[in-house]
DNA sequence: GTGACAATCTGTAACGTTTCAGTATATAGG
DNA sequence: CCTATATACTGAAACGTTACAGATTGTCAC
């Protein structure tokens, strides 16, 4: 037995990475008690504890994951699951980096699952939820009546979504205010004398398809402007079929004098579907458009532009997840960001 | 000990998720032979290993992956380091597709491993090498000599990096051929007449700053054009600061007519600058720009473009790791990608 | 001096997997 | 008929962690 004790220590001083064992043997107790001495637990004495800490620090003790996962459950993972084909480009990076903020200085880590255009939306939560692969969920491209949302909740695992549902459910979610920015918009462009104005929106199966289309109808009526039908495309299609239908558009006898666009890539199309149709953005036609990097003013000085942060996006989602995790009520951790750095005011003549 | 063992089987048939001893008890085997059985071991029988590989797809069984990293120190996962200020935005976007199409049909998870400005880049290698956090390692912003793949050599992680480096020591990489991509620049802009030619070019620090100089040097001399030197910027500057160096630089006597530059974001601010001096792109000056994602054209109909597809590289590089992990030799997991979808030749007549 | 009780610490078991060292059975060789 | 060997299977131990149920002290009231 005495053999045996002095094998295991021997061991335990091993050069490899620490465990609870490596401590243990160091500090002479046993391992239980430096688990506890390093959570912080009450029953274990001070100076106990204070030892243990500055040994764990000195010989720079990591928790191995697999173990604590293994025992607890517990993954320290939170997944991001972005469509690979229809995301916004500067979404994916922007997003990645607000969440890698805020998970910086905790132990968990950002796992990127991704699903395309073939699968249903809901395989890849089945996936996570059934292996238990994340202890937190942040999804986008959210639905009014969104099935991830309700499946997810139904198993009670923490997640956040970019946009919000509309299901009577209350669940954490980051949001743009999609009907500020649209109402801005028309009132701008009415401002600068724009009467007809198209709207290039989202696709309409996501939720904030609606809350775009209500700012822009409502400030319509608002401002007694009228609406020149566009909805052939949304922002999901190419920019080809964009610039092509902006084209066709210009051409008619009724044409659009102003454009809302809810994204950079799509403004660029319909610029060059205007001009294409042989019209001068700023004199013939106005275009506000959203844009989450500032690189739009460059394409074209006419263009009117809002920012819309994915960084603090990501961020926000991710606090809003650590916090479901932490135990915080899932009505506490919604948010809405206005619109900024808002259009420069500018008249055609 | 009977009521123990009834007591073990109720819970292996319990209802929540499948595992070995799960599957031990329902095919009446040893939970042992059932984890052979599931990986071809050749010392189980034919039928028993079909039978247990049936029972197992029929109930869904998913090894655990904590369960597996625990014992045997394989974490399936496969991380991607980047820099969360200086990365391309649709490099993040594309890499990360890229290296999830390849890994979509394996049991490897991608998690992101995020490093600022202010750390070391070493940091975040020495943290997943530190706590065996991940089976192989994707690095870019690679240098010619590059502390971070000298460390992994030494330790024996499996990676890859984006970008060559020049120590001498042989690991996996991708890389586009930056050098190619410099002397069709040259010299296409030497076949529209261009003679005073520019080059923005990448950090210094980075490998393929001098695989594209090399190249862009050697076309020079090879068409018998000049340099106007343009080094107080890289592409790693700001918007900013690109658009007033190239305006300054457009204000000269002695002007470029013929620009170089190795990225999309950057080349809208050398635009802006050529545009701020008065000179007109395609007359006066023409600029040729790699590419990422299809939306130069749209910017200015006369820009040339040279594509780099970022989501081939991410396949690559995963393939290379993943090969690597799978026991490939490093030497053999090289590539190295051509500049495709070449300029639209064009006269500025 | 005794019992009660708080304070502090500890061993064992378990999470799910794989590996090691077997065991049991059948087959074949002599 | 006995031994050797191959075939097919199995239990125990271990990876590192935490939870549970003690165990050992010391202190204090009476």
Redesign the interface.
């Known amino acids: 037995m005495d053999r045996d004790q002095t094998e295991k220590d021997d061991e335990a001083s091993g050069l490899g990475?620490p465990t609870l064992k490596t401590l243990a043997f160091m500090t002479g107790l046993g391992v239980t008690t430096v688990s506890r001495a390093l959570k912080d637990a009450p029953e274990i004495g001070a100076e106990t504890r204070r030892r243990v800490q500055l040994v764990a620090k000195q010989i720079?003790y990591?928790p191995?994951?697999?173990?604590v996962?293994?025992r607890t459950g517990k993954?320290n993972v939170i997944s991001l699951v972005?469509n690979?084909e229809r995301?916004i480009?500067?979404f994916?990076?922007?997003i990645?980096?607000g969440v890698?903020?805020v998970i910086?200085d905790t132990p968990y880590?950002?796992?990127?699952?991704?699903y395309s255009r073939s699968q249903d939306p809901l395989d890849p939560i089945r996936y996570l939820v059934?292996?238990?692969?994340a202890d937190g969920v942040i999804i986008s491209r959210t639905q009014p009546n969104d099935p991830r949302a309700r499946y997810m909740l139904e198993r009670g695992i923490p997640f956040a979504t970019h946009g919000r549902t509309d299901m009577g459910l209350i669940h954490p979610y980051h949001d743009f205010d999609n009907y500020a920015f649209a109402t801005e918009a028309v009132r701008h462009l009415a401002g600068i004398g724009r009467r007809r104005l198209a709207l290039l929106a989202p696709p309409v199966e996501l939720t904030y398809h609606s809350h775009t289309l209500n700012g822009f109808t409502d400030a319509l009526s608002e401002v007694g402007a009228s609406e020149i039908p566009f909805n052939t495309v949304s922002v999901d299609h190419s920019?080809e079929q964009i610039?092509m239908r902006t084209a066709q558009l210009m051409r008619r006898d009724v044409r659009p004098d102003g454009f809302v666009s809810s994204a950079a890539?799509a403004t660029?199309?319909i610029?060059?579907g205007i001009e294409d149709a042989g019209l001068k953005l700023g004199r013939d036609v106005d275009v506000v458009s959203k844009q989450s990097?500032?690189?739009l003013h460059?394409?074209r000085r006419e263009l009117l532009v809002v920012n819309e942060n994915f960084r603090l996006a990501g961020a926000e989602l991710a606090r809003s997840v650590l916090g479901w995790i932490g135990g915080a009520t899932p009505g506490s951790l919604q948010s809405l960001s206005k619109p900024t750095g808002v259009l420069a005011y500018r008249r055609p003549d």
Chains 1, 2 share one sequence.
Not at 64 to 67: D, F, I, T
Not at 130 to 133: A, I, L, Q, V
């Open positions: 990475r720079g990591r191995n994951r697999a173990g996962r293994l993954t972005l690979t995301e480009m500067s994916v990076s922007d990645i980096y890698s903020e910086a880590h950002l796992i990127v699952t991704p059934e292996t238990g692969s920019i610039r890539a660029l199309a610029v060059a990097s500032d690189l460059l394409f």
